[in-house]
């Protein structure tokens, strides 16, 4: 299957600027009989050294689908995925594996993402022996370095097995896990989801103080906008595998120029009794992915969409300074 | 409809007994919505299955639960059966889990209806297609005959919904039934629930760790600590007058729209009291940014106020200090 290049490119930065950047990416998976899920269609996007990207949408839009792809799990249909100035896409089977430290991800549920029978000091040391990174005494003390940085007490807990933490915790040690071969891009998939909301902020936090304290490149994927507020340089909405939005966070919660968005925004819980529900509540759910409406995606469910909606698909444009919208009719 | 007075549970394990729920008194009124807000461990989840009758055998329970008039620990195994469904319904966290893989959905929502209702299956046929079409599920004709595993996470819901209220119930437990769903489903399903409980003037309880989520949908609510009732008023004067430091915590812990980018979030340091340990003074001690040398060593009794606001602190928040 080919794909043709579409042009939604405008919201990309010069390439040497770039850590990562991927072009026209598209994932499709074969369901047999003819029936292909087009889970990622022609994506594009990059990130500056430092930045925190991140990825929001509902359940189906792809977000997940797109964060594994980067990693190669598996490779993408097709489209380029630059990183550190080479396609990774191109790359042999051992010229991948040696790309592959500098990129880890992280994922919802803390305590499935870890093995039930490995104490903590193993699961957080296996990296660094599959690299043979130091000796066995450099290794422990590494070990150590990495849980006392996430805050739990080495001391206490090296012994000890995922079944006797939190999963807050457990999210603890999968960070320091992640962390053990310093890499420069961590991918964080729905990583507070599973968590009580007064764990979420402390993981949210301490994401903050490991991106600043190891020098790292964040992609977070989430559903939820509130959550993505306080940790993001960037905020790219995504809708049945395409890009809606694309804007710094306070400009995307401040003016949100795509319906969708609209929406997100007013689906989040507000702990204020007082507060009306909002008439932009999103009716239905999201088309299948196997026979994906013709022109924009969202128009279905979009109390805006006219008949050139049906017809044409719109291409992300610029609507203001580093803001980017798909949209026909964008909102005022 | 529903009353708990003085509920004390216990559980054995093999690092000695762990008191799950400490002397919990509720009462809900018929057709009245009433939230339960805690961290996971706080005792929410024991507390609303021990009001349905189904504690495990490891668990040792005092106090009293009456529904309807009628104390549930009195009851034989038959008897409490008796009031599912038409009496008490729940709904869980996890749609998933919570139904059968393969049957089909239809034969699921008939089952309460055949069984406890003794209808027809012509009319339980009928009836399920008017639930499904109640919880607004597209299409419920062709809807009866999927499988759980066809449908996505909130429709999902919608059909534990269906199951839960094809008998009519008094009373709806919803124990954190929106967690495992999109922050769009979750919107759509709490209004859903509003909209019904209205409908069929049932009374509901909603167990949940987010204050946001209790905040437009219940009339009262309490917030409960290592197994207590930490704070219990009307949902209008808790968020208005917060009391309890443990509730500002987890107030102020929310993520928000509003939240400043680049900026960190307040966090409640440290953890939940290790509950098979009893400790002589405040629970929330440890961690409460007030704490005093009063609060280390003695236990706050629930106090409440002129308006009926009750609450578990020496120094209340907007008290003189």
Same mark, same amino acid.
Not at chain 1, 53 to 72: D, F, M, P, R, Y
Not at chain 1, 281 to 307: I, V, W, Y
């Given at each position: 299957?080919?794909?043709?290049?579409?042009?939604?490119?405008?919201?990309?930065?010069?390439?040497?600027?770039?850590?990562?950047?991927?072009?026209?990416?598209?994932?499709?998976?074969?369901?047999?009989?003819?029936?292909?899920?087009?889970?990622?269609?022609?994506?594009?996007?990059? #990130?500056?050294?430092?930045?925190?990207?991140?990825?929001?949408?509902?359940?189906?839009?792809?977000?997940?689908?797109?964060?594994?792809?980067?990693?190669?799990?598996?490779?993408?249909?097709?489209?380029?995925?630059?990183?550190?100035?080479?396609?990774?896409?191109?790359?042999?089977?051992?010229?991948? @594996?040696?790309?592959?430290?500098?990129?880890?991800?992280?994922?919802?549920?803390?305590?499935?993402?870890?093995?039930?029978?490995? &104490?903590?000091?193993?699961?957080?040391?296996?990296?660094?022996?599959?690299?043979?990174?130091?000796?066995?005494?450099?290794?422990?003390?590494?070990?150590?370095?990495?849980?006392?940085?996430?805050?739990?007490?080495?001391?206490?807990?090296?012994?000890?097995?995922?079944?006797?933490?939190?999963?807050?915790?457990?999210?603890?040690?999968?960070?320091?896990?992640?962390?053990?071969?310093?890499?420069?891009?961590?991918?964080?998939?729905?990583?507070?989801?599973?968590?009580?909301?007064?764990?979420?902020?402390?993981?949210?936090?301490?994401?903050?103080?490991?991106?600043?304290?190891?020098?790292?490149?964040?992609?977070?994927?989430?559903?939820?906008?509130?959550?993505?507020?306080?940790?993001? !340089?960037?905020?790219?909405?995504?809708?049945?595998?395409?890009?809606?939005?694309?804007?710094?966070?306070?400009?995307?919660?401040?003016?949100?120029?795509?319906?969708?968005?609209?929406?997100?925004?007013?689906?989040?819980?507000?702990?204020?009794?007082?507060?009306?529900?909002?008439?932009?509540?999103?009716?239905?759910? &999201?088309?299948?992915?196997?026979?994906?409406?013709?022109?924009?995606?969202?128009? !279905?469910?979009?109390?805006?969409? !006219?008949?050139?909606?049906?017809?044409?698909?719109?291409?992300?444009? #610029?609507?203001?300074?580093?803001?980017?919208?798909?949209?026909?009719?964008? @909102?005022? | +409809?529903?009353?708990?007075?003085?509920?004390?549970?216990?559980?054995?394990?093999?690092?000695?007994?762990?008191?799950?729920?400490? *002397?919990?008194?509720? =009462?809900?009124?018929? *057709?009245?919505?009433?939230?339960?807000?805690?961290?996971?461990?706080? *005792?929410?989840?024991?507390?609303?299955?021990?009001?349905?009758?189904?504690?495990?055998?490891?668990?040792?329970?005092?106090?009293?639960?009456?529904?309807?008039?009628?104390?549930?620990?009195?009851?034989?195994?038959?008897?409490?059966?008796?009031?599912?469904?038409?009496?008490?319904?729940?709904?869980?966290? $996890?749609?998933?889990?919570?139904?059968?893989?393969?049957?089909?959905?239809?034969?699921?929502?008939?089952?309460?209806?055949?069984?406890?209702?003794?209808?027809? %299956?012509? $009319?339980?046929?009928?009836?399920?297609?008017?639930?499904?079409?109640?919880?607004?599920?597209?299409?419920?004709?062709?809807?009866? %005959? %999927?499988?759980?595993?066809?449908?996505?996470?909130?429709?999902?819901?919608?059909?534990?919904?269906?199951?839960?209220?094809?008998?009519?119930? %008094?009373?709806?437990?919803?124990?954190?039934?929106?967690?495992?769903?999109?922050?769009?489903?979750?919107?759509?399903?709490?209004?859903?629930?509003?909209?019904?409980?209205?409908?069929?003037? +049932?009374?509901?309880?909603?167990?949940?760790? =987010?204050?946001?989520?209790?905040?437009?949908?219940?009339?009262?609510?309490?917030?409960?600590?290592?197994?207590?009732?930490?704070?219990?008023?009307?949902?209008? $004067?808790?968020?208005?007058?917060?009391?309890?430091?443990?509730?500002?915590?987890? +107030?102020?812990?929310?993520?928000?729209?509003?939240?400043?980018? *680049?900026?960190?979030?307040?966090?409640?340091?440290?953890?939940?009291?290790?509950?098979?340990?009893?400790?002589?003074?405040?629970?929330?001690?440890?961690?409460?940014?007030?704490?005093?040398?009063?609060?280390?060593?003695?236990?706050? =009794?629930?106090?409440?106020?002129?308006?009926?606001?009750?609450?578990?602190?020496?120094?209340?928040?907007?008290?003189?200090?």
């Amino acid at each position: 299957m080919t794909t043709t290049f579409d042009g939604n490119t405008a919201h990309l930065r010069p390439a040497d600027q770039t850590l990562l950047q991927i072009k026209d990416l598209v994932v499709e998976f074969d369901l047999g009989g003819g029936r292909v899920v087009k889970a990622v269609s022609n994506v594009s996007l990059d #990130l500056v050294e430092g930045e925190t990207l991140s990825i929001v949408g509902e359940s189906g839009c792809g977000k997940s689908t797109l964060g594994k792809a980067i990693l190669q799990l598996p490779a993408p249909t097709s489209g380029s995925i630059v990183f550190q100035g080479t396609d990774i896409t191109k790359l042999s089977k051992k010229d991948l @594996r040696n790309v592959r430290p500098a990129m880890q991800m992280i994922f919802q549920d803390p305590v499935s993402s870890l093995d039930p029978r490995f &104490p903590v000091s193993r699961a957080v040391e296996e990296p660094l022996k599959i690299w043979n990174r130091g000796n066995e005494i450099e290794r422990s003390a590494k070990v150590d370095e990495l849980l006392n940085s996430v805050g739990l007490d080495p001391a206490l807990v090296r012994d000890r097995r995922p079944y006797e933490f939190s999963g807050g915790q457990c999210q603890r040690i999968s960070i320091a896990r992640a962390l053990a071969l310093e890499p420069k891009l961590l991918i964080c998939d729905e990583p507070v989801s599973a968590l009580d909301v007064s764990v979420q902020a402390q993981i949210l936090n301490l994401l903050q103080d490991m991106k600043e304290a190891y020098g790292l490149t964040l992609i977070f994927i989430s559903h939820d906008l509130s959550v993505v507020k306080a940790v993001s !340089t960037r905020i790219m909405v995504m809708y049945l595998g395409k890009i809606c939005e694309i804007a710094t966070p306070d400009e995307l919660y401040s003016r949100p120029l795509h319906h969708y968005t609209s929406a997100l925004v007013g689906s989040v819980p507000v702990p204020d009794p007082e507060r009306k529900v909002s008439a932009t509540l999103l009716e239905g759910e &999201p088309p299948s992915p196997l026979d994906p409406p013709s022109g924009c995606r969202f128009r !279905t469910r979009c109390p805006a969409a !006219t008949e050139l909606c049906a017809t044409e698909e719109p291409m992300l444009r #610029l609507a203001a300074d580093g803001h980017y919208v798909a949209c026909h009719h964008p @909102r005022a | +409809m529903l009353k708990l007075e003085n509920l004390e549970i216990s559980f054995a394990t093999n690092r000695g007994s762990l008191h799950a729920v400490k *002397g919990v008194t509720l =009462d809900i009124a018929a *057709g009245e919505s009433i939230g339960i807000v805690g961290e996971s461990g706080s *005792g929410k989840t024991v507390l609303s299955r021990a009001s349905m009758g189904l504690l495990a055998p490891t668990a040792t329970r005092t106090g009293t639960v009456t529904f309807d008039g009628k104390e549930i620990s009195s009851l034989s195994r038959d008897e409490v059966r008796e009031t599912w469904g038409t009496g008490m319904a729940m709904i869980f966290q $996890d749609p998933m889990t919570a139904l059968n893989p393969v049957r089909r959905v239809g034969s699921q929502i008939m089952e309460g209806l055949t069984v406890r209702l003794g209808m027809s %299956k012509a $009319d339980a046929r009928k009836r399920a297609i008017e639930l499904l079409g109640r919880v607004r599920i597209p299409d419920p004709e062709q809807a009866l %005959k %999927k499988f759980p595993g066809q449908l996505s996470g909130g429709m999902r819901q919608r059909v534990m919904i269906a199951i839960a209220l094809a008998c009519n119930p %008094k009373l709806l437990f919803a124990d954190e039934p929106t967690t495992a769903l999109d922050v769009t489903v979750q919107a759509q399903i709490l209004q859903l629930l509003s909209e019904l409980r209205k409908e069929l003037n +049932m009374s509901m309880v909603l167990v949940t760790h =987010d204050l946001g989520v209790v905040a437009g949908h219940t009339d009262k609510i309490a917030v409960m600590y290592a197994g207590e009732v930490v704070e219990y008023a009307t949902t209008k $004067d808790l968020f208005a007058r917060m009391r309890m430091p443990y509730t500002e915590a987890l +107030m102020k812990s929310i993520p928000r729209l509003s939240t400043p980018s *680049g900026s960190r979030l307040p966090v409640i340091e440290g953890r939940l009291p290790d509950p098979t340990k009893p400790e002589p003074g405040c629970l929330f001690a440890s961690r409460c940014p007030y704490a005093q040398e009063k609060c280390r060593t003695q236990h706050p =009794d629930l106090t409440t106020d002129s308006d009926g606001h009750q609450y578990r602190c020496f120094f209340p928040l907007g008290a003189a200090q």
